[in-house]
């Protein structure tokens, strides 16, 4: 249903997430909803940091595995668990209705 990172696929990782931006309305939604996952699956949320390059640059899934001491297949599944958190739609509109947005039609 959601993409998946099979492979360390993506050339251009800061434009994924300008995309994630774009899809929650504006930077500081995306900023909140990166917060909230940072509280609640902290792990995910370093892993998919790092890898795509928020607030950083990206990285390789192998320089993220020796970074956090975890496997790529690991950082490739925690990837993958934030990838489609912040995707969800529900998630999206928790963010916004939290940050006093009104709901959008893709909602």
Do not use: C
């Amino acid at each position: 249903m959601y993409p998946v990172l099979e492979r360390d696929e993506y050339k251009d990782k800061k434009n994924l997430i300008k995309k994630f931006e774009a899809a929650y309305g504006n930077e500081q939604i995306f900023k909140f909803a990166m917060d909230k996952l940072s509280s609640v699956r902290k792990r995910e949320a370093t892993a998919f940091s790092l890898y795509f390059g928020y607030n950083t640059e990206p990285r390789t899934l192998k320089a993220v595995g020796e970074q956090m001491n975890i496997s790529v297949p690991r950082v490739r599944a925690l990837s993958n668990t934030a990838f489609r958190w912040l995707l969800h739609p529900k998630y999206r509109r928790e963010a916004r209705k939290a940050l006093g947005y009104p709901e959008t039609p893709d909602d």
